[in-house]
């Protein structure tokens, strides 16, 4: 054990030796876990384990600090065989870094057993170390903005395989058809850490359906919310689908989750229930039989229109659209984010027990849209919930959020971190449910080597070689490779998932944060 760092309140980071530990450390606590213990996702270099309080996160850095990592056992476990079509675009230069024939790479890929360090980018993406290092071979130097499904590539010390099109700086060597994700089996990944892989040659592929992403099917039923209108990013949201990130799956879920519980409690749904993240207004839905409804978030104006009459409606209440009456919402005056709940739930597709709507990882219901039905389970049997006080949304003042310790905090000055919580940041009109991405002065770090990709959890401040940083949110991905500066305090998340680009945003530290860094 090299280290072990605080990743906020309830995060710690075991900072190893080799991609071997890290699979040892990762099996130990997977069969051994420790009392409090949430999730294990390993990295490079590290694994990250999450806590379900602060006490279970300092004691679990505690004890491993002393832990004695054993020899990580090579296991005839689970194998895969990935046929593969060696005619990549990067073949060639990738014979020509690594010293030898395209023939030879080809020889080398297929010759020698792979196995699954760790996962993350997106889900199914599996970072495979070799058993020996002769197809090192460094990333492009320009990312490609579209890389196939199926493409096989190396980067670094790592083999793997894009789950789904998507952008990517890997060297491409070839392709294949085997469905590294599908949501539909019992395990959606294919590969996860630990896993054996051995590629195969072949000439051809034979063809294999790919599974459909979830849709919002037409519907029979009589009873639920027809789209008339809604902006791009209305979506389907509940609290998410934790416990898969070491497959490359983030918890997701609503960003304000505060106000989507408020939302169910209003309609007597159970808090988790699926309701709708909708973002700057702009939704207009006409009711199929009559609805109990409640918004909550930020506070957008409530017009019900019928064949004959119109009025208004409360937000923070339950209040009734009946059948044929239209809803609509307009923008927002403060905040962002408004949450529309119905009583018996919205029913949609779950994957991985969860109808969130991830948007890095197309996991979920793609964005409502005009035409989509969206039906609502039966009625839960309990009582309305009484009105509820919202809490305040953004206006233009600076909004506070408290960080807690980042790991890498040590990759910068005393300055850089003085300048963290000194000034005033600026939310971009490049943030969304992946990030909140911020501008001010930059920060400046005080080591220039690439950090191996590590762990992260929701609110985590990476920050970039631009040096403006960037506030992970819900949709994350589960790994990344910029140094974790600070890390916001859980109790913020909902405050940070309401400021709209040109937002201000001031960081105050906390009392483990002023400790860590004192």
């Not at 090299?2 to 906020?8: A, D, E, I």
Request: charged share 20%; hydrophobic share 40%; with cysteine.
């Amino acid at each position: 054990m090299k280290s072990v760092r605080t990743v906020g309140e309830r995060g710690v980071l075991a900072e190893l030796a080799n991609p071997d530990d890290v699979l040892a450390l990762t099996e130990m606590l997977n069969h051994e876990p420790f009392p409090g213990q949430r999730e294990v996702v390993p990295a490079a270099e590290t694994v990250l384990v999450t806590a379900e309080s602060p006490a279970a996160a300092e004691r679990i850095k505690t004890a491993l600090a002393t832990r004695t990592i054993p020899p990580y056992q090579h296991s005839a476990g689970k194998l895969v065989e990935i046929d593969t079509v060696y005619d990549g675009q990067d073949l060639a230069v990738v014979a020509e870094l690594a010293g030898i024939s395209p023939e030879a790479v080809v020889a080398a890929h297929t010759g020698q057993l792979w196995t699954v360090a760790f996962t993350g980018f997106v889900p199914g993406f599996g970072y495979m170390v070799g058993e020996n290092g002769c197809l090192n071979v460094p990333r492009r130097a320009t990312p490609r903005t579209a890389v196939d499904a199926g493409s096989v590539a190396l980067g670094g010390a790592y083999s793997g395989v894009y789950p789904r099109r998507s952008p990517g700086g890997w060297q491409i060597i070839g392709h294949t058809n085997c469905p590294m994700w599908d949501s539909n089996r019992p395990e959606p990944a294919l590969v996860s850490p630990g896993t054996s892989v051995r590629y195969k040659a072949v000439r051809e592929l034979v063809s294999v359906s790919q599974p459909d992403p979830a849709r919002r099917a037409a519907s029979t039923q009589n009873s639920g919310l027809e789209v008339q209108m809604s902006m791009p990013l209305t979506l389907v949201q509940d609290l998410g689908r934790p416990g898969y990130a070491a497959i490359g799956v983030s918890r997701s879920g609503a960003l304000d989750q505060g106000s989507l519980r408020r939302a169910n409690r209003l309609v007597g749904n159970p808090e988790g229930a699926a309701a709708l993240e909708i973002v700057d207004g702009g939704l207009v839905v006409r009711a199929v039989g009559d609805q109990i409804v409640a918004l909550t978030g930020a506070p957008a104006g409530i017009r019900i229109t019928s064949e004959t009459a119109a009025r208004t409606a409360d937000a923070a209440t339950a209040f009734a659209v009946l059948d044929g009456e239209t809803l609509a919402l307009s923008p927002p005056q403060h905040g962002v984010r408004s949450y529309l709940a119905i009583r018996g739930s919205f029913e949609a597709e779950q994957v991985l027990g969860s109808s969130s709507t991830d948007t890095l990882a197309a996991l979920g219901s793609s964005p409502l849209a005009a035409g989509d039905f969206l039906g609502v389970g039966a009625d839960p049997g309990t009582a309305v919930g009484l009105p509820e006080t919202q809490p305040d949304f953004p206006d233009h003042a600076a909004v506070e959020l408290e960080l807690g310790p980042g790991p890498r905090a040590d990759w910068f000055s005393p300055e850089a971190l003085r300048s963290l919580l000194s000034q005033e940041w600026t939310v971009t009109n490049e943030s969304n449910r992946i990030g909140m991405r911020l501008s001010g002065e930059p920060l400046e770090r005080i080591r220039d080597d690439e950090l191996p990709s590590e762990g992260t959890i929701c609110g985590v401040i990476q920050v970039p070689p631009t040096g403006q940083p960037v506030v992970f949110l819900s949709d994350h991905p589960v790994t990344g490779g910029y140094p974790v500066i600070a890390v916001v305090a859980p109790k913020d998340l909902d405050k940070a998932a309401q400021i709209p680009a040109g937002g201000k945003v001031r960081f105050t530290p906390s009392p483990s944060m002023t400790e860590s860094t004192s």
